[in-house]
């Protein structure tokens, strides 16, 4: 009775829950390679990611958040350097014609006198060179948006020199223009239009003419982007002078497309 009984326990009871205890073993091992094959998986796929530029990290994406909200940014100042430029009263009024060289040399005779009036009342020496580096007889631009760009900018850079009460100011040759394109056949972006100036004077003064160059000397002012810029103190004998070479920079946008205006 007992052998039987335990025959009994042994068939319905002991081998069932053998045959459970194995099942589960194997579709828990089955199971683990499953849930480590997709592990690996995720893995690759993060690393395909982040070689692509995503992150997944709370820090890392703060940071991504950050660099992209400073470029934003910067493309803003980006586009509103241009549009001041565009729409400068010189550059407005004279781009949209054909080139006169007798008009511009007028309107350029014009703006130096108006810059070294104001020279004089300031205590600022104003170099001839100011003015004459944009003056070039032999020059029919054929886009003389430009010339007139560059006469604003150096309309501007003498009216910060003045603002900063400098000792003296000069232009140095040859402005350039250079196009900005994302790459070499791409469509033009914006224009920069390059203007090399010094100037001496007190260490304060340069620093704020090259402040009021990036910042602009008012709120509505025109902002420069600085390209290059040396700076040097006098020696010894006048601890306090100093000079600033600096590369400055306009941005124009491109001539919007005639053809593209419904």
């Known amino acids: 009775m007992i052998r039987l009984s335990s025959a009994r326990v042994f068939w319905w009871g002991l081998v069932p829950a053998a045959a459970l205890v194995l ?15 997709l592990e690996r998986e995720a893995a690759g796929l993060r690393a395909e990611l982040r070689g692509g530029g995503f992150e997944f990290e709370t820090e890392a994406i703060a940071r991504r958040h950050a660099l992209v909200r400073a470029e934003a940014g910067r493309l803003s100042d980006f586009a509103t350097s241009a549009r001041a430029l565009h729409d400068d009263v010189l550059v407005r009024e004279h781009a949209g014609r054909p080139f006169q060289l007798i008009e511009f040399e007028r309107e350029r005779a014009a ?9 004089n009342r300031a205590g600022v020496r104003l170099d001839a060179s100011a003015f004459e580096v944009l003056a070039d007889n032999t020059e029919s631009p054929s886009q003389p948006r430009r010339r007139w760009a560059q ?12 603002a900063a009460k400098v000792a003296s ?9 250079r196009e900005i394109r994302l790459e070499k056949t791409s469509p033009v972006l914006a224009e920069e239009i390059l203007f090399t100036v ?19 000397a ?45």
């Open 218 to 262: 008012t709120s509505a002012d025109l902002r420069f982007f600085i390209e290059h810029l040396v700076l040097r103190k006098d020696g010894t004998n006048a601890p306090d002078q100093a000079s600033a070479t600096v590369v400055l920079a306009g941005l124009l946008p491109p001539m919007p497309d005639p053809a593209a205006t419904p």
């Open 198 to 216: 010094r100037v001496t004077g007190e260490s304060a003064r340069v620093q704020d003419f090259v402040e009021y160059l990036a910042l602009g």
């Open 111 to 119: 703006v130096a006198q108006a810059a070294r009036d104001a020279a």
């Open 151 to 162: 006469l604003a900018i150096a309309r501007e850079a003498v009216a910060r020199a003045i």
């Open 169 to 177: 100011y000069e232009a140095l040759p040859v402005p350039a223009v």
């Open 23 to 37: 099942a589960a073993w194997y579709y828990s091992g089955v199971l683990g390679r499953r849930e480590a094959g």
